[in-house]
């Protein structure tokens, strides 16, 4: 058995960061309190014809029974998941027009409760078969991203052909890190090798690494924490040679690539001449392996925001996203005021999801 030395720890890390996954739940919870309160969802607006929403949460019941007893041992305030259920989150994607959620786990506590590698695999099961028994009940109106547990590696290769060939999965759903390991870690490699062979589109999920949610200096640790994660698994896939290596693979990270549109000339400055050339780690240049990537809209529809990315990759790299039930599904409002041309609203909208996903389109 092929199994990860470190497995993931919420709870204790080599600085002293015991309680970060305390913070950043409830941090959650305070931004996004009211997005399931009966009576609080924000008024429905004309949306685009097609809406795909490309970052959207799922709580299976036993797996949220599960992770309320286990905030409880923690002493971790309970979040807004707790009044997720099937026909809410339907009624909600009628009411703000998404025609359809590609469905993926959030990353706190993803697959694992501090339980070994086997009760890990247990609940990336449990949790794709939920997921894809929802695909199948509201024909066209999910896809999914199947979690994967990333504990055990040979495991992890079963739970991809499972992904793949019984649940028909749509892609696959990892975090920026499990444990001290981001994805670049040669332990990840023949994970990544069998997604590049299958041509996978992968979602990437962030979280608050265990070595670094005492370093917000006062702010919620999902504030500051959660976009540089991203940054730290996008950096590690770069430097590691792992986007030269899987062509193949179609990479999705969330909240718009994390701070990657603001740290992209600096990363490009210390590594650009190294990484050139046919056996380098970005054969076209550094900004050449970010413009290939695919980037969600959740929680980066701000002007600001917005325009570091788009001067970052074209309009055809970003897809909609909105970390539902965290925040609220109406955020195709924000894009809406940003005044985009009806062909750009169009393809973040529904257009570049469907080039990712084809059977969206149906």
């Not at 923690?74 to 998404?98: F, L």
Request: net charge neutral; hydrophobic share 40%; glycine share 8%.
């Amino acid at each position: 058995m092929n199994e990860a030395k470190h497995r993931p720890n919420r709870w204790s890390c080599t600085c002293g960061c015991q309680g970060s996954r305390r913070h950043f739940l409830a941090g959650a919870a305070a931004l996004g309190a009211t997005a399931l309160l009966p009576g609080n969802d924000p008024p429905a607006r004309a949306a685009p014809e097609k809406l795909i929403d490309t970052h959207h949460h799922y709580y299976p019941p036993a797996y949220r029974q599960a992770q309320i007893g286990w905030e409880d041992q923690h002493k971790m305030a309970h979040g807004v998941q707790d009044s997720w259920t099937r026909e809410r989150n339907i009624e909600a994607m009628d009411k703000n027009g998404i025609t359809t959620a590609v469905l993926s786990l959030a990353s706190t506590p993803g697959t694992w409760f501090d339980t070994g590698a086997a009760k890990a695999h247990d609940w990336a099961r449990l949790c794709g078969d939920f997921a894809a028994e929802m695909v199948r009940d509201h024909p066209g109106r999910y896809g999914l991203f199947a979690p994967l547990s990333m504990l055990d590696i040979d495991a992890t290769l079963k739970e991809i052909e499972y992904a793949f060939d019984t649940l028909h999965a749509d892609g696959i759903n990892l975090q920026t890190n499990y444990g001290d390991k981001w994805l670049g870690h040669p332990i990840y490699q023949p994970v990544l090798q069998e997604l590049n062979r299958r041509k996978a589109v992968v979602f990437v999920h962030p979280l608050v690494a265990s070595c670094c949610g005492h370093l917000s200096v006062g702010a919620i640790p999902a504030v500051i924490e959660v976009p540089h994660d991203t940054t730290r698994t996008i950096v590690s896939l770069l430097l590691s040679g792992s986007f030269a290596r899987q062509r193949d693979i179609k990479w999705l990270f969330s909240h718009g690539g994390g701070t990657i549109p603001f740290l992209a000339g600096r990363i490009e400055a210390f590594y650009d001449k190294k990484a050139r050339g046919p056996n380098g780690i970005a054969p076209d240049g550094i900004e050449a392996e970010f413009r290939r990537l695919y980037y969600d809209t959740a929680n980066v529809t701000h002007p600001a925001a917005m325009a570091a990315l788009t001067k970052l990759v074209p309009f055809s790299q970003i897809t909609y996203g909105t970390d539902y039930p965290y925040f609220a599904l109406n955020q195709i409002d924000n894009l809406r005021r940003l005044e985009l041309s009806s062909d750009d609203l169009k393809a973040i909208a529904s257009g570049n999801a469907i080039q990712l996903i084809p059977r969206l389109n149906a």
